[in-house]
């Protein structure tokens, strides 16, 4: 598991989809600790990869703390994780911690807001993107990811239907095409892109699988030419509302 996949996962697996990723750790305030403020860092930081390790890895690794100490008024805390070193900040009463933090200062522009079709799916207005004479669509996921698990086998069903018309690019727990990733994903997870067309970060379980199916067969012959024709006269309806 590479470092990119384990933060995404961290945060996906927490059930944060947005800034502020928190995590409700249920702590007890820091009047019933007893020791110094170093004391109960430690306290707080071990508490904090226990509930990594039962509650979001769930046996798909193991966190060790490797050191705790303050700062921006938070307990910060670097752990190893599969020879990756990582870093999650923690509130000084131990009850929320941030499994990735995001400094503003810092922080890129948000993208002009696109246009959306289908299922949830933003529109890119530049050409379709190929290999040789064949649309390319990628999936990115990872196995620790519970939206990715719902969303991966609906995908690749989809995408063998469309073996003969498109290049898939199966990024499954995968540190691959990572260009792509950058530009059309805002780092969570899963990632989908056709044809570098329409694209969405998240999966469509809101919508049930049936309504999942037909968007996205339908998005993909738009970028096929409606082939091949067996599949896509199935959504024609669908099709004729794409952007």
């Given at each position: 598991?590479?470092?990119?996949?384990?933060?995404?996962?961290?945060?996906?697996?927490?059930?944060?989809?947005?800034?502020?990723?928190?995590?409700?750790?249920?702590?007890?305030?820091?009047?019933?600790?007893?020791?110094?403020?170093?004391?109960?860092?430690?306290?707080?930081?071990?508490?904090?990869?226990?509930?990594?390790?039962?509650?979001?890895?769930?046996?798909?690794?193991?966190?060790?703390?490797?050191?705790?100490?303050?700062?921006?008024?938070?307990?910060?805390?670097?752990?190893?994780?599969?020879?990756?070193?990582?870093?999650?900040?923690?509130?000084?009463?131990?009850?929320?911690?941030?499994?990735?933090?995001?400094?503003?200062?810092?922080?890129?522009?948000?993208?002009?807001?696109?246009?959306?079709?289908?299922?949830?799916?933003?529109?890119?207005?530049?050409?379709?993107?190929?290999?040789?004479?064949?649309?390319?669509?990628?999936?990115?996921?990872?196995?620790?990811?519970?939206y990715c698990n719902w969303e991966y086998?609906?995908?690749?069903t989809i995408m063998e239907k469309f073996?003969?018309?498109?290049?898939?690019?199966?990024?499954?727990?995968?540190?691959?095409?990572?260009?792509?990733?950058?530009?059309?994903?805002?780092?969570?997870?899963?990632?989908?892109?056709?044809?570098?067309?329409?694209?969405?970060?998240?999966?469509?379980?809101?919508?049930?699988?049936?309504?999942?199916?037909?968007?996205i067969t339908a998005l993909t012959c738009?970028?096929?030419?409606?082939?091949?024709?067996?599949?896509?006269?199935?959504?024609?309806?669908?099709?004729?509302?794409?952007?």
């Amino acid at each position: 598991m590479n470092k990119k996949t384990i933060t995404m996962a961290l945060i996906a697996v927490a059930g944060v989809l947005v800034i502020g990723a928190l995590v409700y750790l249920n702590y007890p305030d820091k009047s019933g600790i007893s020791g110094d403020n170093a004391q109960f860092g430690q306290q707080i930081a071990e508490k904090a990869i226990n509930f990594i390790n039962n509650n979001i890895l769930r046996g798909n690794g193991t966190a060790s703390l490797v050191d705790v100490g303050e700062e921006n008024g938070f307990y910060k805390i670097k752990f190893s994780l599969q020879g990756n070193e990582m870093e999650s900040y923690i509130t000084k009463d131990g009850k929320f911690l941030f499994p990735e933090v995001i400094n503003l200062e810092e922080t890129s522009p948000v993208a002009v807001e696109t246009d959306t079709t289908l299922g949830s799916f933003s529109v890119n207005n530049g050409e379709i993107c190929k290999e040789g004479d064949k649309p390319v669509v990628y999936f990115f996921g990872s196995k620790t990811c519970p939206y990715c698990n719902w969303e991966y086998p609906i995908f690749k069903t989809i995408m063998e239907k469309f073996k003969k018309e498109v290049f898939f690019r199966d990024n499954m727990d995968l540190q691959a095409d990572e260009d792509i990733f950058n530009k059309y994903s805002t780092g969570g997870i899963p990632t989908i892109v056709l044809g570098c067309k329409y694209y969405r970060v998240g999966s469509g379980e809101t919508g049930g699988e049936e309504a999942e199916i037909k968007n996205i067969t339908a998005l993909t012959c738009k970028i096929t030419g409606s082939n091949p024709s067996d599949i896509c006269d199935e959504v024609k309806d669908l099709i004729s509302q794409i952007q």
